[in-house]
């Protein structure tokens, strides 16, 4: 994970309490000061600075108290303050192989805003950054969402997802970290001087997934994304879990057939060899992933025993992975698994077939149900979850609202 330390330290010193005062807000809706500096326990001075700064941001709003029996006349009229649904608070950014994503959160947790733009292959690394911000800008622009009180981004690119300190713990930026990540994180940090985090976007939509989608409630479960790569990643008890290396859940490079074809990884016969949409369209001798899709759905030969291959090789390197992790949820994403039944009902029963009754009892096998928005929702996840500006900013499963699956992208 790449972390990129805002200069302003005296910022990130504040924002614990900050973030108290707001987590005050979500729980308690509209309060007036006396409410949050009991709730909180902040002296005076320290909430009015926080709550004065909130204001000239525009995270928050004052409004007046109803006057609920209140005499009227004597003294100041008491005002409420009130989380800004139009303040923008984090968002979360996937600069994917061909398309870049964008979501915003505002600090009442809820999703206000999301959109996608196609990016061309071989796009430098400076223009992907400054397309994402460029989105980001617009998008705000938009739907009429005020940045300045924005207190983290968190961004998904591709690439192996290599650690620098884990956890939550601030790591030292450059160690480890590909570099066109790196790239893309200190563009942001840059330009909009807020902390940035960074890291594997496969990993970051197991995360989404597992926050707000097919892998909700489940505390342990593993994600793999089946595309022209094969990707995965691993939530063990709500957290990303990354490894020693930042390697968990790279699922696509078990192998599953030593004799099979030799790998990029350097391995013999990985999964991804024989389950990936490059590996598919080789085996069926076809260029186009629709003509693919159509030519299964007409039950022609080549494709129907493709698919069977790599539904079998997806069953063997997840009994594996199910084996060593015991998860409650595998979560299936990516064009192959949006094959549907066609993929998913070999892949369960070669699955079944090699896993201990003990392990495949308990684990189900389900679709991803983000879509193109698990990336940058796990990207938001990353900055609510992880950045020790914002620790403890939500519990899995909770808040925020749920995107709209029926919005378009
Ligand atoms: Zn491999």
Redesign the pocket.
């Given at each position: 994970m790449a972390v990129v330390k805002n200069p302003t330290v005296l910022r990130q010193l504040r924002y614990g309490n900050v973030e108290r005062v707001l987590a005050v807000l979500r729980r308690q809706g509209p309060s007036t000061r006396a409410d949050v500096a009991g709730a909180t326990g902040l002296s005076r001075t320290t909430l009015s600075g926080i709550i004065g700064q909130l204001l000239t941001d525009g995270v928050l709003l004052e409004e007046p108290a109803p006057a609920a029996g209140a005499p009227a006349g004597r003294g100041r009229p008491v005002h409420r303050l009130v989380l800004n649904p139009n303040s923008a608070q984090a968002a979360g950014i996937e600069v994917g192989r061909e398309r870049i994503k964008v979501v915003i959160a505002n600090a009442a947790h809820e999703i206000t805003a999301f959109d996608g733009v196609h990016c061309p292959p071989r796009t430098s690394v400076q223009e992907q950054a400054a397309a994402a911000l460029g989105l980001l800008r617009d998008l705000a622009a938009r739907e009429a969402i005020d940045l300045t009180g924005l207190g983290g981004v968190g961004i998904g690119t591709p690439g192996p997802g290599e650690t620098t300190g884990g956890g939550s713990a601030p790591a030292e930026a450059g160690h480890g970290v590909p570099r066109h990540r790196q790239a893309v994180a200190d563009s942001f940090a840059e330009a909009l001087q807020v902390p940035v985090l960074a890291d594997n976007n496969t990993r970051l939509a197991a995360l989404g997934e597992a926050i707000w989608g097919a892998a909700r409630g489940a505390g342990d479960a593993l994600h793999v994304t089946l595309s022209y790569g094969v990707g995965g990643g691993l939530v063990a008890g709500g957290r990303l879990f990354r490894g020693a290396q930042g390697a968990a859940g790279e699922i696509?490079?078990i192998?599953v057939d030593p004799a099979g074809p030799r790998?990029?990884?350097?391995?013999h016969g990985?999964m991804?060899?024989l389950a990936s949409v490059p590996a598919l369209l080789r085996a069926a001798g076809r260029r186009s992933w629709t003509r693919f899709g159509e030519a299964l759905a007409a039950g022609e030969e080549k494709e129907c025993a493709a698919v069977e291959r790599a539904a079998h090789a997806v069953g063997r390197a997840l009994a594996a992975a199910c084996s060593t992790a015991n998860p409650q949820r595998v979560v299936l994403g990516g064009e192959v698994a949006a094959l549907g039944g066609a993929f998913l009902g070999p892949v369960e029963a070669a699955f079944r077939r090699y896993t201990p009754t003990r392990v495949h009892r308990g684990v189900r096998l389900v679709p991803a149900a983000l879509a193109d928005r698990a990336g940058p929702l796990g990207a938001l996840a990353l900055v609510f979850h992880e950045s020790p500006l914002l620790a403890g900013y939500t519990t899995p499963g909770a808040e925020p609202s749920e995107p709209s699956a029926t919005e378009a992208s």
């Open positions: 696509g490079h192998s790998c990029w990884c350097g391995g990985c991804e060899q």
